[in-house]
C-alpha cells in the first residue's frame, strides 16, 4: 500500500502475489491524485490494484492479467478506482484478461462525502477478457457527472455485464456478453435534475443461458428527481443479436 499528500502515483511490471485473506496488492491513495501503471501479472485475495484519491484525477492503466485467488473474502473487484472528496475525475484503462472469481471485474465511481456529491466524470475503457462470478464485469457510478463505459472484449459473468448510473450515463458496447446470472447483461441509469441521460450503443452479442430466464438483456432509463422542471431522455440502440436460452 503507497499513500501520501498530494498526488501518488505506482509503475509495477513484475509480477505479484498475495496471499493473505483480503489484502489489496496495489494500494495506492492520495490527497490530490493518484495513478496505477501495471503492465505485471498480480494474483492476490483482495482487489489487485485499488487506487483512491480525496480529490483530483484517479487513473488506471493496466496490461496485466489479473487473478482473484478464491478465499472468503468475496465480491471484491479486481480493478477499483474512487474519488471521495468534492471533486475529481476516474480514468481506468484495461487490455490485460481479469478474472474475477467470486468478485468482479472493474469498479469506478465517484462517492459521496459529508452529504456533499461528488463532481466529476467516470470513464471506463475495457479491451482485455473479463470472468467473473460474484460481481459486474464492469460497474461504475458519477451521481453529478458523466459516466462512460467503452467495452470491446467478451465479458462471461455469472452475475451482470455492465453496469452505470450517472446524471449522464453512456454505454458504448462492442464485446460479446455472456451471463449466467440473474442480472442484466447490461444496466443503464441516469439520475439528474431534470437534464439526465441515458445512452446505450451495443454491437456486441448477448447471450442470456438458463439461470438468465427471468431477467432483461438492456435495461435503460433516465429518471428525474423530484420537483425537476425536465424529463430525463433515454436512447438505446441495438446492432447485435440477442439470445436468450
Same mark, same amino acid.
Given at each position: 500500500?503507497? *499513500? ?9 511490471? @513484475? ?14 491513495? @492520495? ?32 496490461? @496485466? ?9 468475496? @465480491? ?5 478506482? /474512487? ?14 484478461? $481479469?478474472?474475477?472469481?467470486? *468478485?468482479?471485474?472493474?469498479? +469506478? ?10 463532481? *466529476? ?7 482485455? /477478457?473479463?470472468?467473473? *462470478?460474484?460481481?459486474?464485469? =464492469? ?22 455485464? $455492465? ?20 442480472? /442484466? ?7 439528474? +435534475? ?11 452479442? =448477448? ?22 422542471? /425536465? ?10 443479436? =440477442?439470445?436468450?436460452?
Amino acid at each position: 500500500a503507497v *499513500g501520501g499528500g498530494g498526488r501518488v502515483s505506482v509503475t509495477n511490471t @513484475g509480477h505479484l502475489g498475495s496471499a493473505n485473506n483480503g489484502l489489496h496488492t496495489i494500494d495506492v491513495l @492520495g490527497d490530490d491524485g493518484a495513478k496505477v501503471d501495471n503492465s505485471g501479472a498480480i494474483d492476490g485475495t483482495g482487489a489487485s490494484i485499488r487506487a483512491r484519491s480525496a480529490n483530483g484525477a484517479v487513473e488506471v492503466f493496466n496490461t @496485466g492479467a489479473l487473478t482473484k485467488i478464491e478465499s472468503s473474502n468475496s @465480491g471484491l473487484y479486481r480493478i477499483t478506482g /474512487e474519488v471521495n472528496g468534492t471533486s475529481g475525475s476516474v480514468l481506468i484503462d484495461n487490455s490485460g484478461r $481479469l478474472f474475477g472469481g467470486s *468478485g468482479g471485474g472493474i469498479s +469506478a465511481s465517484m462517492f459521496q462525502a459529508n452529504g456533499i456529491s461528488v463532481e *466529476g466524470d467516470v470513464t471506463v475503457r475495457n479491451s482485455g /477478457e473479463i470472468f467473473v *462470478g460474484g460481481g459486474w464485469g =464492469i460497474s461504475i457510478q458519477a451521481r453529478k457527472g458523466t459516466a462512460t463505459i467503452d467495452n470491446q472484449e467478451r465479458i462471461d459473468s455469472d452475475a451482470g455485464g $455492465l453496469y452505470i448510473q450517472a446524471a449522464k450515463a453512456v454505454i458504448n458496447n462492442r464485446g460479446a456478453l455472456d451471463m449466467d446470472g440473474r442480472r /442484466e447483461a447490461i444496466y443503464a441509469l441516469a439520475y439528474g +435534475a431534470g437534464d439526465s441521460f441515458a445512452q446505450v450503443v451495443n454491437s456486441g452479442a =448477448i447471450l442470456l443461458n438458463e439461470k438468465s430466464s427471468y431477467t432483461r438483456a438492456v435495461y435503460i432509463d433516465a429518471a428525474t428527481e423530484l420537483g425537476a422542471p /425536465e424529463w430525463g431522455r433515454a436512447q438505446l440502440t441495438n446492432r447485435a443479436e =440477442i439470445v436468450s436460452l
